[in-house]
């Protein structure tokens, strides 16, 4: 019932910018937390970056000054802003939430379909 849905991936050359975006549809009756992760190829699924429904954010060290999270509570989306991107940075990028449908008595997390993510010459 619940979906995550992310878009703004694409190809960019280095030092450029993107600007992800994940929009969760469906009923929710209140969500968490939402973040971002990526996953390269022959490397493990990592953190990038997450905010709670309050504002507070985390970032994995590889991003730090260069990525900014955001979101938008009242659209249930969460926003990624890259900048100075490096090829190290291209990836899958997933977006998870932390959620409660209305079809659930507890909160779970959800997962995206994966957004690409390719920065080259």
């Known amino acids: 019932q619940v979906t995550l849905v992310e878009s703004g991936g694409g190809l960019v050359q280095p030092g450029g910018s993107l600007r992800l975006s994940c929009a969760a549809s469906?009923?929710?009756?209140?969500?968490?937390?939402m973040g971002w992760y990526r996953q390269a190829p022959g490397v493990e699924r990592e953190l990038v970056a997450t905010?709670?429904?309050?504002?507070?954010?985390t970032y994995a060290d590889s991003v730090k000054g260069r990525f900014t999270i955001s979101r938008d509570n009242a659209k249930n989306t969460v926003y990624l802003q890259m900048n100075s991107l490096k090829p190290e940075d291209t990836a899958v990028y997933y977006c998870?939430?932390?959620?409660?449908?209305?079809?659930?008595?507890?909160?779970?997390?959800?997962w995206g379909q994966g957004t690409q993510v390719t920065v080259s010459s």
């Open positions: 469906g009923v929710i009756f209140g969500i968490n937390a």
């Open positions: 905010i709670t429904s309050g504002g507070t954010t």
């Open positions: 998870n939430a932390d959620l409660r449908s209305t079809s659930s008595r507890w909160f779970r997390e959800y």
